[in-house]
């Protein structure tokens, strides 16, 4: 049984965001610490194009691991993208909201998981089922 997904909004007021350091951070020799400026970067700017549409959702359970979406990641959806074959997609089905790839044939759509311990499920009439919107980015802790 699949736990539900929790929805949030973007917040766009004036004071969002962290700290950010546009210098790029060395991965080999560090940088002097001078050569770098300082502003305030909203990850609501940078990840949503349309604001009305777009929500966040939390990832639950594991059968998209193998597209990079783990238990408890961070999905930016947006609600205004049109749906197309393999596009990652938030949908609900039979009462409950789900996160798969789309596969479209010309036998019908399929939500197909991306883990190998899952089963791709065939949409049919008798689904209650709605594309809710697309996912753009993942945001990870590490």
């Given at each position: 049984?699949?736990?539900?997904?929790?929805?949030f909004s973007?917040d766009?007021s004036?004071?969002?965001?962290?700290?950010?350091?546009?210098?790029?951070?060395?991965a080999?020799?560090p940088?002097?610490?001078e050569d770098f400026?300082e502003?305030r970067l909203?990850?609501?700017?940078?990840?949503?194009?349309?604001?009305?549409a777009?929500?966040?959702?939390?990832?639950?359970?594991?059968?998209?691991?193998?597209?990079?979406?783990d238990?408890?990641?961070l999905l930016?959806?947006d609600?205004?993208?049109?749906?197309?074959?393999?596009?990652?997609?938030?949908?609900?089905?039979?009462?409950e909201?789900?996160v798969?790839r789309?596969?479209v044939?010309?036998?019908g759509?399929?939500l197909?998981?991306?883990?190998?311990?899952?089963?791709?499920?065939?949409?049919?009439e008798e689904?209650?089922?709605?594309?809710w919107?697309?996912v753009?980015?993942?945001i990870?802790?590490?």
């Open positions: 049984m699949s736990k539900p997904l929790t929805f973007p766009f004036e004071h969002a965001g962290a700290v950010f350091f546009d210098t790029g951070i060395s080999g020799f940088s002097p610490a400026k502003e909203s990850l609501d700017n940078m990840l949503v194009k349309n604001k009305l777009t929500f966040y959702a939390r990832v639950s359970g594991q059968s998209m691991i193998d597209a990079g979406l238990d408890n990641d930016v959806i609600r205004s993208l049109e749906p197309a074959d393999n596009r990652i997609a938030v949908c609900f089905l039979d009462g909201f789900t798969k789309l596969r044939e010309k036998d759509v399929w197909q998981p991306e883990n190998a311990n899952y089963q791709p499920i065939q949409i049919t689904n209650d089922f709605v594309i919107g697309i753009t980015n993942v990870k802790k590490v």
